[in-house]
């Protein structure tokens, strides 16, 4: 057993030697000599470590405070590169504080924020490439389907989303046929409020809500499952077997959601407009025949068709950016929930974003 050796400081010159074991049990005692000696260095002074019989982090932590501006040398390659790894990571701190602080600092953070989206969008879009590519080289072959897992994820996605879509839809169908009713009737038009729910719904409100609400159950549900198997090595494993874990973890989730997403959000259409023809029913004299027929004269058809348009493009991305934050945790606990939050954020933008594009889209070629 290496007995210990009493750490000791000397000056020569405008030199300081130093020895001895510089360590976690001897740091109370350096502690005292380091805070002594370190404002009376030169501040071009060299410090010759050759005596120093044993180093730790405590010590190399301590070596470093008395260093300040000053060289230090004589210690052998395994010491110095402690010595630069202490150093390494008190960087930090430093580079923390200096960044919090005024203009530079915001904009460091803005730049910072601006690189992390653009980092995301590439990574989304080649994991998009790759899930495409994964898919139509298995479609040919029955053999790599899986229709357990495609059965399980469709009643996962699908059949328990029913209950809370059409809920949702069915409430917010009244609250709109209130407010439109509310501010119609001071001009005398309140019969409109049926064009009003039927527009709204059929293209927008109906698709747009299953979409948050898919985002937020299923997608965060996709990356929660993916990320505590990556976090377990499961992912690692089905590699080992030889298994695509595009193939087997991906696909069977996005297919379900692309069979499930259009028939939410007929089932949410038609839940909004119920919600919104028992307003008019209840409180504006709107009989049940005079309500369907205003809603087939607005041309309700086309209108349908344009929502349930959005509703695979929807699915996808919500698919799709669910897994890929699920292979991005790193393994802990604490990433399973960050990058779950991630999740659910990214998929309820892309979704109101390209809402917009398209609803741009289909005024402009009169749709």
Request: charged fraction near 15%; hydrophobic fraction near 55%; proline fraction near 4%.
């Amino acid at each position: 057993m290496q007995t210990a050796t009493t750490p000791f400081l000397r000056q020569h010159g405008e030199h300081l030697a130093v020895g001895g074991d510089w360590t976690l049990a001897m740091a109370t005692a350096l502690a005292a000599d380091v805070s002594r000696w370190r404002g009376r260095l030169a501040p071009q002074a060299r410090i010759d470590a050759t005596a120093i019989a044993r180093l730790d982090t405590a010590g190399a932590r301590l070596l470093l405070d008395l260093a300040e501006a000053a060289r230090i040398d004589g210690l052998d390659p395994r010491q110095h590169a402690l010595l630069d790894a202490v150093a390494r990571a008190a960087l930090p701190d430093t580079a923390t504080t200096r960044r919090d602080n005024g203009l530079l600092g915001l904009l460091a953070r803005t730049g910072a924020a601006v690189e992390g989206i653009a980092r995301d969008a590439v990574a989304l879009l080649g994991f998009i490439g790759l899930v495409l590519a994964t898919l139509v080289r298995s479609l040919p072959d029955p053999r790599r389907w899986r229709p357990t897992a495609l059965a399980f994820h469709l009643e996962q996605t699908g059949l328990d989303a029913v209950p809370i879509v059409v809920l949702l839809n069915f409430l917010v169908g009244a609250v709109v046929a209130f407010l439109g009713a509310t501010i119609l009737r001071d001009f005398g038009a309140a019969i409109y409020t049926v064009e009003l729910i039927g527009y709204s719904f059929l293209r927008e409100f109906g698709v747009l809500l299953t979409a948050i609400l898919i985002a937020g159950r299923s997608g965060s549900a996709f990356t929660a499952q993916i990320g505590s198997m990556k976090a377990r090595e499961e992912v690692d494993a089905i590699r080992t077997l030889g298994l695509d874990p595009i193939e087997v973890l991906v696909l069977p989730r996005l297919l379900a959601l692309l069979v499930a997403m259009p028939l939410l959000t007929a089932l949410a259409m038609l839940a909004g407009i119920v919600g919104g023809g028992m307003v008019g029913v209840l409180s504006m004299d709107i009989s049940p025949t005079l309500f369907i027929t205003r809603l087939h004269e607005l041309g309700a058809a086309r209108h349908f068709w344009v929502g349930m348009s959005k509703a695979p493009i929807f699915a996808f991305l919500i698919a799709a950016i669910g897994c890929l934050e699920g292979f991005k945790v790193s393994g802990s606990a604490e990433s399973v929930g960050t990058h779950t939050t991630s999740s659910v954020v990214q998929a309820i933008f892309m979704a109101i974003l390209v809402d917009a594009l398209a609803a741009v889209f289909f005024m402009e070629i009169d749709v």
